[in-house]
């Protein structure tokens, strides 16, 4: 059974800091490319970073690039989302999901994140910055 699994949501003041995790199995995880999306309420779902473990430097999306640092450990099948200098226009439920590893490239040549060619998905964890 394939399980992605989050955690490390909460609620924290602006400027502050979170570290979300994901766990994931019954897949090969080191053959997908995984990626953290939000979803505020009313507003689409929006891609944040995507990482990689054949290719290089994880992708961001402007609106987090500089703040947020994506990493993964292959030995745990995890990955992980380091958010820093949050602000309240962060609060969101975020969510990891798994692509077939072509993606990757995909997203840096579009500088965008695809929710549609991604194969499985977690169940979100909340984050929510106040101000």
């Known amino acids: 059974e394939v399980q992605l699994v989050e955690s490390g949501g909460g609620l924290v003041q602006a400027g502050g800091s979170l570290r979300l995790s994901c766990a994931a199995s019954g897949f090969t995880f080191n053959d997908h490319a995984i990626g953290w999306f939000r979803q505020a309420p009313g507003k689409e779902r929006e891609g944040v970073s995507l990482i990689s473990s054949s290719d290089g430097s994880p992708y961001y999306a402007a609106s987090v690039q500089g703040r947020f640092t994506m990493s993964e450990d292959n030995a745990k099948n995890t990955v992980y989302l380091q958010m820093n200098s949050l602000k309240p226009e962060d609060t969101a439920v975020y969510y990891c999901?798994?692509?077939?590893?072509?993606?990757?490239?995909?997203?840096?040549?579009?500088?965008?994140?695809?929710?549609?060619?991604?194969?499985?998905w977690g169940q979100g964890t909340q984050v929510t910055v106040s101000s």
């Open positions: 999901a798994a692509a077939p590893d072509y993606v990757y490239k995909r997203a840096q040549a579009m500088d965008t994140m695809l929710p549609d060619e991604y194969d499985y």
